[in-house]
């Protein structure tokens, strides 16, 4: 199994990127993805998690309206775009597969290795 964030990057306030996460040797339709993040000297915290089957999708609080959870089933691929990023958006960025939805990092089984997301003028 494996999974492979990247798309990271430095973007000034009000940007805007996309991330990706291609995985392979599991498969996708029996699994939720989900994106968290871990800002220095913060716990990992949820961001947003989408269903391959039945295409519902939850976010954080703090990124609704701001970003957008999508997938391309057909490559294996999960993406996050994020707009008017902010600062506070700072983080390593990670994606995870489980086969429960929840905002706990706990419930997922799978890992990628992360992408970093800095804001800054």
């Known amino acids: 199994v494996q999974l492979q964030a990247s798309g990271g990057g430095l973007v000034q306030p009000g940007g805007s990127l996309r991330l990706s996460c291609a995985g392979s040797?599991?498969?996708?339709?029996?699994?939720?993805m989900g994106w968290f993040r871990q800002a220095p000297g913060k716990e990992r915290e949820f961001v947003s998690a989408?269903?391959?089957?039945?295409?519902?999708?939850w976010y954080s609080d703090s990124v609704k309206g701001r970003f957008t959870i999508s997938r391309d089933s057909a490559k294996n691929t999960m993406f996050l775009q994020m707009n008017s990023l902010q600062p506070e958006d700072t983080a390593v960025y990670y994606c995870?597969?489980?086969?429960?939805?929840?905002?706990?990092?706990?419930?997922?089984?799978?890992w990628g290795q992360g992408t970093q997301v800095t804001v800054s003028s």
């Open positions: 040797g599991f498969t996708f339709s029996n699994y939720i």
């Open positions: 995870a597969a489980g086969t429960i939805y929840g905002r706990e990092s706990r419930r997922y089984d799978y």
């Open positions: 989408i269903t391959w089957g039945s295409i519902n999708t």
